[in-house]
Structures are given as C-alpha cells and as structure tokens.
C-alpha cells in the first residue's frame, strides 16, 4: 500500500501540517478555542470600552495589560455599564475571551472559556477552558478541563468562574 501522502499534493500536505496549532498535547478542540479567540465580530468588551487594563495584583497571568469580550451569547448577561449580571449561570454557547497583552502591544495570550457542556472537554460547569500563545500556540490544552485556572475563577466572588466584576468593578 502507497503512503498517503502520495495521493495528497505536496502544496496540500503543507498546508495542512502548517494549519494545525495544536503541539503534541493539544486536541481539535484546541484549534476550535484559538480560532474562536480571534474571531472579534459581535462582540462586546467588558465594560464596553476596548482600553487595556492593567491586570490586578489576584492575577495569575503574567502580562501586565488584558482586555475581555463576550461573544452575542455571553454579552447578552451584561448589565447597562458592560460588567457582568450577578449571580449569571452563562448559556450555552457563551464565549469569553481574555486578551493578555505585552507591554509592547502584542497580544501574549489568549484565555477562552466556552459554554459547551456537551463537548468532553468541558469542566463539571460546563466551561470548555483553551490556554493559547498570541500565535495560537497550546499553552495549556483544553483536555485538562481548567485544573490549572479553576482555583482561582472559583474564588469566592467569580460569577459562573469569571472574574472581572471583581478586580475591575
């Protein structure tokens, strides 16, 4: 039997070994979070204004700046000042992105949680939680459910294990 990649044009199989972000650990779903992180259209940044912030002293990512969008579904559960209603349990189907920003106006990473219980990947909430470099890169892959985030979005405060309400009221 030929290998495959006979029967794929090499131009093909380039591609298709270049458009895959996900490092040995990742999964599909990975791919999914980062391609849903830079897809801006419909959404609506927290506290309706799309400044970068300075991250607070609870956060545990290590760049300085961040800015967070909700997709139409999320931004739905967001009061007439853009922060979060309280005591929100998002639908299914809700996007937040964080932006962690450089000092240098390049975007570090992404943080992505999506409501989609049904995807394996998903936490007991139903969060499916993606970890991504600006460059799309897995930094922590959607497989591990959040362990490494959930301490903290589950401090007391979070709304359904988001934060901004809390360090940017």
Known sequence: MAPIRAFVPPLVLA??????????????????????????????????????????????????????????????????????????????GALVVKELWENDGTIGTYAVLFKKPSEPAADADGWVWGYFTGDGEVRVTALDQGAACRTCHGQPGHIDRTLMNIYFP
């Open 15 to 92: 591609c298709l070994i270049t458009a895959c972000k996900h490092g040995p650990d990742g999964a599909p779903i990975d791919d999914a979070l980062y391609r849903m992180a830079l897809d801006q259209e419909g959404h609506v940044w927290y506290g309706f204004s799309d400044a970068l912030l300075p991250k607070s002293a609870g956060s545990g990512h290590g760049e300085p700046l961040l800015r967070t969008r909700y997709n139409d579904v999320a931004a739905t559960l967001l009061d007439s000042m853009g922060k979060v209603l309280p005591d929100t349990v998002f639908p299914v």
